[in-house]
Nanobody, 117 residues
Framework: QVQLVESGGGLVQPGGSLRLSCAAS????????MGWYRQAPGNQRELVAR???????NYKDSVKGRFTISRDNAKNAVYLQMNSLKPEDTAVYYC???????????WGQGTQVTVSS
């Protein structure tokens, strides 16, 4: 059974940094495209950053230049480095693993990120 476990969330002041981690228990991690999504209260879940199995990255416009997604296939892990955090980044952040055009689409339980003074 596939499991994604996020960690690294917490409370941080505006301008601060956090690094989210997602550990994946999958047989062949390298075939998955990995993403970080977030959902704030009253809002829909939205894509924050994505890294393909080939290493191509894309970001939500509002986080470009502040967030960096990376993956370590040897450790079955994906990371989200978040710098210059803003109150509007406050949300529950979810890790996602998927293989295009397949039923393989998995989600973690989420980790809370709160940006507040």
């Amino acid at each position: 059974q596939v499991q994604l476990v996020e960690s690294g969330g917490g409370l941080v002041q505006p301008g601060g940094s956090l690094r989210l981690s997602c550990a994946a228990s999958v047989r062949i991690f390298s075939i998955y495209d990995m993403g970080w999504y977030r959902q704030a209260p009253g809002n829909q879940r939205e894509l924050v950053a994505r890294i393909s199995r080939g290493g191509t990255t894309n970001y939500k416009d509002s986080v470009k230049g502040r967030f960096t997604i990376s993956r370590d296939n040897a450790k079955n892990a994906v990371y989200l480095q978040m710098n210059s955090l803003k109150p509007e980044d406050t949300a529950v952040y979810y890790c996602n693993a998927q293989v295009d055009n397949s039923p393989y689409d998995y989600w973690g339980q989420g980790t809370q990120v709160t940006v507040s003074s």
